[in-house]
T-cell receptor, first 112, second 115 residues
């Protein structure tokens, strides 16, 4: 199993550009989520999904969209990047009913 | 406001020494508390998870304690190794929904082990 994979590892955007952060898992986990991690702060939940076709907002959803067309993939879209979205983004997954999440390696995003 | 506070923010220890990290929380209702280890440039990896009824849990040289009455937890690292250099994150779960408990993450303690 590759676990949770994320691409790209690093990305530089200009303000106003759009992009999609990819996340995939091969563990057949129903629950997937996106977090952002900023210096000195805990991870904050952006969006999550409890299964294909079902998504919901987390703590900091503004400026981000998600979709879940398959169990394996959970892409995160930035519609119009802003400098405040400079952060490290982590995707995570777990089976419903199990507590421990499995995190991907992260995507470091810099918005100029 | 539900918060998870970790201390210290960072510490440096010599290889072979022990250290203890602290986590205080105000999250309620409480479901469980977890400690994660995050190596530089990597995603967090679970070390331990404790429910309300558990007051200690070990994973190799890592021992976590929980005092649910005072809402405090600690992570003790015994005989530190260079590979213990990482950030350690305390995460508290609230029991709201069956499918997606709400998690509150601490800011982490960055540990540097020097030879």
């Amino acid at each position: 199993n590759a676990g949770v994979t994320q691409t790209p590892k690093f990305q530089v955007l200009k303000t106003g550009q759009s992009m999609t952060l990819q996340c995939a898992q091969d563990m057949n986990h129903e629950y997937m989520s996106w977090y952002r991690q900023d210096p000195g702060m805990g991870l904050r939940l952006i969006h999550y999904s409890v299964g294909a076709g079902i998504t919901d907002q987390g703590e900091v959803p503004n400026g981000y969209n998600v979709s879940r067309s398959t169990t394996e993939d959970f892409p995160l879209r930035l519609l119009s990047a802003a400098p405040s979205q400079t952060s490290v983004y982590f995707c995570a997954s777990r089976p419903v009913g199990q507590e421990t999440q499995y995190f991907g390696p992260g995507t470091r995003l810099l918005v100029l | 406001k539900n918060q998870v506070e970790q201390s210290p923010q960072s510490l440096i220890i010599l290889e072979g020494k022990n250290c203890t990290l602290q986590c205080n929380y105000t999250v309620s209702p409480f479901s469980n508390l977890r400690w994660y280890k995050q190596d530089t440039g990597r995603g967090p990896v679970s070390l331990t998870i404790m429910t309300f009824s558990e007051n200690t849990k070990s994973n190799g040289r890592y021992t976590a304690t929980l005092d649910a009455d005072t809402k405090q937890s600690s992570l003790h690292i015994t005989a530190s190794q260079l590979s213990d250099s990482a950030s350690y994150i305390c995460v508290v779960s609230q029991a709201f929904k069956a499918a997606g408990n709400k998690l509150t993450f601490g800011g982490g303690t960055r540990v540097l082990v020097k030879p």
